[in-house]
């Protein structure tokens, strides 16, 4: 059910610009954020969760594909290994450039301000919705129990 | 030893916007049936394009403004990772570490006066989830249903710093963010159905220590009776451990309402690993000064700069410029019928006193808001009109106003059928007080003995002939001159 929902596609609504500002710019110091937002917590940050000079872990390993959602045979558990320690030595190269000046990119395409208007516009008939559920009782989709939390 | 407790916290607003954040379903899901309010946009659905909804960074702004922001040049929306089934994408649209709204604040007063300055970290913008049923088949089996109809509509998330003390200065601070959304009219602010959430982080530590204790934090509070009621109980919990030394792991506790104590949640394993990343289908928001400005300009005056000009312009005193503030839609009901005033603004301190007593006491009474009160604001301003003219007592005033609640009839309408208009005819005036005194001779001789109180034994006399509509300044004044001459 690929929607034909081209209404909703951009209106350019604003300047565009070829670069984005820095994050300086912003006035975001890096003491605003707080605990649960902070880089120094956040196991993706560099640094943080990972080590990055050296190789991952079986345990960085099956961390990863947990929270992916996968399940790995030993096999494949090592062989990621392997692979995904590849990747970061790779990063690990580019990161020895001095990039102080270089804003970060956080967007690969030169366009800001791309907003709709807030109409309303009809949604999909439900039976349309549910298509893809696997499963369904009435109008809703049917899942195995989730934990109140 | 004494511990003072560090509160922050964190509000969720849902937005009253026409349309879900990043696509064009209808927002209001509340009354829709399930799942019809649904695309393959905020179904998550592969190949799809979110785009931002424009009123919703609109007011985002507003409220950062209201709160004494700072805006930053530019923001940006980031992807927050996590499985759960309310999450249709597997991940929440949010902002990470350019959101639109940061280093605010907002100032309570206390009930002793002082007043205490409350930062604000941040305001952003994020999707709200869809909502999940749990139940139990016939079978015996859980399971739970999902609709997603409120899976992204707009929710703004207001963060405090750690700058609260008490659970008081708690329930003040959210009552106060919650009127200033309500008078920019970005939410409802309704904690009940869920349309302003607040989460607290909560610790504690010795009176004079600086650094911070073990952050709680508590969630599933759904009233501001409840927030306050959850804290003091964390604080006495935590105290009780501290004091018998043991130590505060951090976690998250859930507030039980009806057991009024908080319980352990289990921790979801990784669950703070987000993995943030910015939103790559969503393009930076440049805010430039002016729209800050066409934002700045379309603001309504907020309820602190009300009830200073309601002291300073109207001369109304601290305790009437608070209540009518206290909620917009009685500030704008006092406005328009001070509007509608013959005497200009010299007919405030009236109204206000209709208002706070009358027209609220009858608002308690039958439960209602003060839009779906039977006397509009012209109405109530027609009623002080008959007052001042000195058509109407304003003990008569008030059953005229009772007459008007009940059926809905104008002032003028109600005195004029009933014959209710005040007596301000020397001369009928005159007629009762002679025949009151004609019917009353002990009373007479006692005035002229000395006995100042038969005046008024005769002065309702002459009240209760007239049932109630002599003019009481007038017969009080013609009794005297009466008593007096002859
Ligand atoms: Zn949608």
Redesign the interface.
């Known amino acids: 059910m690929a929607g034909d929902n081209k209404g909703d596609r951009a209106k350019q609504n604003g300047r565009t610009s070829s670069t984005i500002p820095p994050r300086a710019a912003a006035g975001v110091s890096d003491g605003l954020l707080d605990e649960g937002y902070a880089w120094t917590d956040a196991p993706h940050r560099p640094g943080a969760g990972y080590t990055w000079s050296m190789s991952l872990t079986r345990d960085d390993v099956l961390h990863v594909a947990r929270l992916a959602r996968l399940g790995l045979t030993d096999e494949e558990v090592e062989r990621m290994q392997g692979q995904l320690s590849l990747i970061l030595e790779q990063f690990e190269t580019l990161r020895r450039l001095d990039t102080e000046q270089v804003p970060p990119t956080f967007q690969v395409f030169a366009t800001t301000n791309v907003f709709r208007d807030d109409e309303p516009r009809p949604s999909f008939p439900v039976d349309d919705v549910l298509q893809n559920a696997p499963l369904r009782e009435g109008d809703y989709l049917r899942v195995r129990a989730v934990l109140e939390e | 030893m004494r511990y003072e407790a560090v509160i922050?916290l964190e509000v969720h607003a849902q937005l009253v916007?026409?349309?879900k954040m990043f696509?064009?379903?209808?927002a209001a899901y509340a009354d829709a049936?399930?799942?019809?309010?649904?695309?393959?946009?905020c179904?998550g659905?592969p190949?799809?394009?979110?785009?931002?909804?424009?009123?919703?960074?609109d007011f985002t702004i507003m409220t950062g403004l209201a709160l004494g922001c700072?805006i930053?040049?530019?923001?940006?929306f980031d992807r927050k990772?996590y499985?759960?089934?309310?999450l249709m994408k597997g991940y929440q649209i949010s902002q990470?570490?350019?959101p639109l709204c940061?280093?605010g604040a907002l100032t309570i007063s206390l009930p002793d006066g002082t007043r205490r300055r409350i930062g604000i970290?941040?305001v952003h913008l994020e999707e709200d989830t869809a909502r999940?049923?749990?139940r139990v088949d016939a079978s015996g089996?859980?399971?739970?249903?999902?609709?997603?109809n409120r899976a992204g509509t707009p929710l703004m998330e207001i963060?405090s710093e750690p700058d609260l003390r008490t659970p008081e200065e708690a329930k003040l601070y959210l009552q106060k963010l919650r009127r200033i959304l309500r008078y920019l009219g970005v939410s409802s602010g309704n904690m009940e159905e869920g349309s302003f959430r607040c989460d607290a982080n909560i610790s504690l530590r010795p009176v004079g220590e600086t650094a911070f204790g073990a952050?709680v934090e508590i969630?599933?509070m759904n009233s501001f009776a409840s927030v306050e009621r959850a804290l003091e109980y964390e604080i006495a919990r935590q105290t009780d451990l501290l004091e018998r030394g043991e130590r505060i792991p951090q976690e998250t506790r859930?507030w039980v309402e009806d057991k009024g104590y908080t319980v352990g949640?289990?921790s979801k394993?990784?669950a703070?690993?987000?993995?943030?990343?910015?939103e790559?289908d969503?393009?930076?928001?440049?805010i430039?000064r002016a729209w800050v400005e066409r934002l700045r300009a379309q603001m309504p005056e907020l309820p602190d700069e009300k009830e200073q000009r309601y002291r300073t312009v109207l001369g109304l005193s601290d305790y009437d410029a608070k209540q009518l503030v206290a909620d917009r839609r009685t500030a704008e009901y006092f406005e328009q019928a001070l509007a509608a005033s013959s005497a200009g603004n010299g007919r405030a301190k009236a109204l206000a006193n209709w208002i706070i007593n009358d027209v609220n006491s009858v608002l308690n009474a039958r439960g209602i808001e003060i839009d779906a009160f039977p006397v509009r604001p012209e109405g109530l301003n027609e009623l002080l009109d008959l007052v001042d003219s000195g058509a109407l007592s304003v003990k008569i005033a008030r059953d005229v106003f009772a007459r008007m609640v009940e059926t809905g009839r104008s002032a003028t309408a109600i005195v004029e059928e009933q014959g209710l208009r005040q007596i301000s005819d020397d001369t009928i005036v005159l007629q009762a007080i002679d025949a009151a005194m004609a019917e009353n001779p002990k009373a007479v001789e006692d005035f002229r003995a000395g006995k100042t109180a038969a005046l008024d034994f005769l002065f309702g006399k002459v009240m209760k002939a007239t049932r109630g509509k002599a003019n009481p300044q007038l017969t009080r004044r013609l009794l005297s001159e009466k008593l007096g001459s002859s």
Request: proline residues 13%; charged residues 20%; aromatic residues 8%.
């Open positions: 922050g916007t026409k349309t696509c064009s379903c209808s049936p399930p799942n019809s309010t649904v695309c393959p946009i179904l659905m190949g799809t394009l979110p785009v931002a909804n424009k009123r919703a960074i700072t930053p040049e530019w923001a940006k990772n499985p759960y089934p309310d990470y570490d350019a940061i280093n970290t941040r999940l049923l749990h089996e859980a399971h739970s249903l999902i609709d997603v963060v952050k969630k599933n859930g949640q289990r394993e990784h703070h690993d987000y993995r943030y990343f910015p790559p969503l393009p930076p928001v440049v430039d």
